[in-house]
């Protein structure tokens, strides 16, 4: 699976066809009342809520109406958009997206998140793992 060119790791598709990773809109929707990450991992990492396909980069996500809050809160400097797929956030209201990270490795992306420091200084994006293996084991699925 490709998306605006950029390949989806195999170990993404995989949980697709296994059921470990949520395939369509409905399944997704679902996580709000049961996560796929088991519960003793959220609990540590925050409610982790997982997209579904069709994924988008953030560069089609900004033209089809994202730009306001990737100007405003998204650290968009900091990223190549058409090299950024978001894959899921913490949940309703958290604005804070989990990208696959292709800038730095087309074949092998690193997972980052959009970090609010909260005290009034700028966001940014933070790596929280190297590979989407690495996530994929911390999550625990």
């Known amino acids: 699976m490709h998306v605006d060119g950029l390949l989806i790791p195999n170990l993404l598709l995989e949980m697709l066809d296994d059921g470990r990773w949520p395939r369509t809109a ?9 996560s796929f990450v088991p519960e003793d991992r959220n609990r540590r990492l925050r409610s982790i809520f997982l997209f579904a396909p069709p994924f988008q980069t953030v560069a089609r996500a900004v033209a089809s109406g994202g730009k306001d809050f990737y100007s405003q809160f998204g650290a ?48 940014y994006w933070v790596v929280i793992a190297p590979d989407f293996a690495s996530f994929v084991q911390e999550l625990g699925l």
């Open 26 to 34: 409905i399944e997704a929707s679902k996580q709000n009342l049961h």
């Open 76 to 123: 968009l400097h900091e990223l190549v958009p058409e090299a950024a797929i978001a894959i899921g956030d913490y949940g309703l209201g958290a604005d804070t997206p989990i990208l696959l990270d292709y800038q730095n490795d087309p074949a092998n992306p690193r997972v980052i998140q959009l970090e609010w420091p909260g005290d009034n200084g700028p966001n």
